[in-house]
């Protein structure tokens, strides 16, 4: 089995922007470790022991303490993969924002995801690792951010500060059109 820095850097990608669970970044490391142990894993690049660092720290995060919660938060996955990879960045554009919007508006998203993916760009970026595409203009992209994270805020149990019809109104402002 063959396994590259940009297989690494994909995987923590996608852990780091939440479209892979810890489960399936641990079982994925799992696999490549277990080939390691048999000496079929073939690492390509001069990387080899970041690599070997990366799949170990991958193996372990899907470990709960005895209350079920994750012995590692997101920011220590995001601290630590990116003291490993310090060079990866995270892209965000105009299209990825309005699409979290869209799947609030549409009830495909709860605002607590929503607001969670918003927090984690803010918190990327906050680090120099979110990366604004190019020509994207980027006082759209962290007003909606900026909204969006706060989308969850409740004025009383179980009861939202925001609207959907707060959410369309806000779409509207920033995207300058109405949503579909």
């Given amino acids: 089995m063959k396994v590259s820095y940009t297989d690494i850097k994909e995987m923590s990608l996608a852990v780091l922007k939440q479209e892979k669970s810890f489960e399936e970044a641990s079982a994925w490391a799992t696999k490549i470790i277990e080939q390691h142990d048999l000496e079929e894993l073939n690492i390509q690049g001069d990387?080899?022991?970041?690599?070997?660092?990366?799949?170990?720290?991958f193996v372990g995060l899907d470990v709960r303490d005895e209350m079920g919660k994750y012995v590692h938060s997101m920011d220590d996955v995001r601290s630590k993969l990116l003291s490993l990879l310090p060079e990866t960045?995270?892209?965000?554009s105009y299209v990825d924002v309005k699409e979290i919007f869209l799947s609030v508006i549409a009830e495909e998203m709860s605002f607590e995801k929503a607001s969670q993916w918003a927090v984690e760009r803010m918190r990327l970026d906050d680090l120099g690792y979110l990366e604004v595409a190019k020509g994207e203009e980027r006082g759209a992209i962290f007003s909606g951010l900026?909204?969006?994270?706060?989308?969850?805020?409740m004025y009383l149990p179980g009861e939202y500060l925001h609207s959907l019809d707060n959410v369309r109104d806000e779409f509207k402002e920033i995207f300058k059109e109405m949503p579909s």
């Fill in 89 to 92: 960045t995270v892209k965000i």
């Fill in 146 to 153: 900026t909204y969006l994270a706060g989308v969850d805020l």
């Fill in 47 to 57: 990387d080899g022991d970041t690599l070997l660092s990366v799949l170990a720290f």
